[in-house]
């Protein structure tokens, strides 16, 4: 199995810029789906982006233009860029896991989760 480690979150000024990082091991993410999902309060948990088996880089419609997820294989690391923060994007943000999916924002179809970082805009 997989373990996810998240770093990166922490607090930021509306309009800044912040990335987030998950690290793996017990697995190579190659193997994966992976997503960045986020918990804001009060509301359930939302897909931001994903990449699919393909490849394939997906986002949520809150968020395009302003992250971008990338991952390097060769340091079994994912990335999250996040831009133009807006207090609507603080939350609880997971990386996650999981073997096949296309539902790359469907919360509950993740198998993985790390344990979260923090990300605050104000």
């Known amino acids: 199995d997989v373990q996810l480690v998240e770093s990166g979150g922490g607090s930021v000024q509306v309009g800044g810029s912040l990335t987030v990082s998950c690290v793996a091991s017990g697995d190579t993410i190659g193997r994966y789906c992976m997503g960045w999902l986020r918990q804001i309060p009060d509301r359930e948990r939302e897909g931001v982006a994903g990449?699919?088996?393909?490849?394939?880089?997906s986002y949520h419609d809150s968020v395009k233009g302003r992250y971008t997820i990338s991952k390097d294989n060769a340091k079994n690391t994912v990335y999250l860029q996040m831009n133009s923060l807006e207090p609507e994007d603080t939350g609880m943000y997971y990386c996650?896991?999981?073997?096949?999916?296309?539902?790359?924002?469907?919360?509950?179809?993740?198998?993985?989760w790390g344990q979260g970082t923090q990300v605050t805009v104000s």
């Open positions: 990449i699919d088996n393909d490849g394939e880089l």
């Open positions: 996650t896991a999981t073997f096949y999916t296309t539902r790359v924002f469907q919360w509950d179809e993740y198998t993985y």
